[in-house]
T-cell receptor, first 117, second 111 residues
């Protein structure tokens, strides 16, 4: 099956700094990637949809200036948490959608644990 | 996207069959029912997808009645490693839209 990787798998940063999380589709090209956030004991919450070569579409309530998304190639999307604060500590998960004829399949990355101190 | 309702949690013992039911009263004619499994600190993993009647793979079975307003994920002879959260999603054809996750069912398997 298709593989999606995330880097780093975990990161600890100080309040006020920025953190970049990478999401890569390893063996397929992904025109669309999705970013989710998950707090402990809660479900995944969709943050934004990232399309290669265009601006990301953010869900209601998600600050686009705080969570910068770049999808510069068909295999890489990045999420940058700017000026991180302790309340941004969470588990961030990306998923990637394949291209036709398998555009209906979505594959999830292993997640990135962010802790802001 | 049709809303789904699942039990918040379930307990079972090793070797038992576990059935998790999901309600999706507003499912559209062309929607599919998809189940994902998520272990702690990992991304969700696709388990099974179906449209009607019964679908079976090496991991689970999915039962969908004729009215398609509910579905049941069946895990045969669970083991401790099946302890996870199971999410039921209703998705449009070809899954080309974003996936919205509900609360999921937290399954705890005891020895």
């Amino acid at each position: 099956g298709a593989v999606v990787s995330q880097h780093p798998s975990w990161v600890i940063c100080k309040s006020g700094t920025s953190v970049k999380i990478e999401c890569r589709s390893l063996d397929f090209q992904a025109t669309t990637m999705f970013w989710y956030r998950q707090f402990p004991k809660q479900s995944l919450m969709l943050m934004a949809t990232s399309n290669e070569g265009s601006k990301a579409t953010y869900e209601q309530g998600v600050e686009k200036d705080k969570f910068l998304i770049n999808h510069a190639s068909l295999t890489l999307s990045t999420l940058t948490v700017t000026s991180a604060h302790p309340e941004d500590s969470s588990f961030y998960i990306c998923s990637a959608r394949g291209q036709a004829p398998r555009a209906y399949e979505q594959y999830f990355g292993p997640g990135t644990r962010l802790t802001v101190t | 996207l049709a809303k789904t309702t699942q039990p918040i949690s379930m307990d079972s013992y090793e070797g038992q069959e576990v059935n998790i039911t999901c309600s999706h009263n507003n499912i559209a004619t062309n929607d599919y029912i998809t189940w994902y499994q998520q272990f702690p600190s990992q991304g969700p993993r696709f388990i099974i997808q179906g449209y009607k009647t019964k679908v079976t793979n090496e991991v689970a079975s999915l039962f969908i009645p004729a009215d398609r307003k509910s579905s049941t994920l069946s895990l045969p002879r669970v083991s401790l490693s099946d302890t996870a959260v199971y999410y039921c999603l209703v998705v449009p054809p070809y899954n080309t839209d974003k996936l919205i996750f509900g609360t999921g069912t937290r399954l705890q398997v005891f020895p």
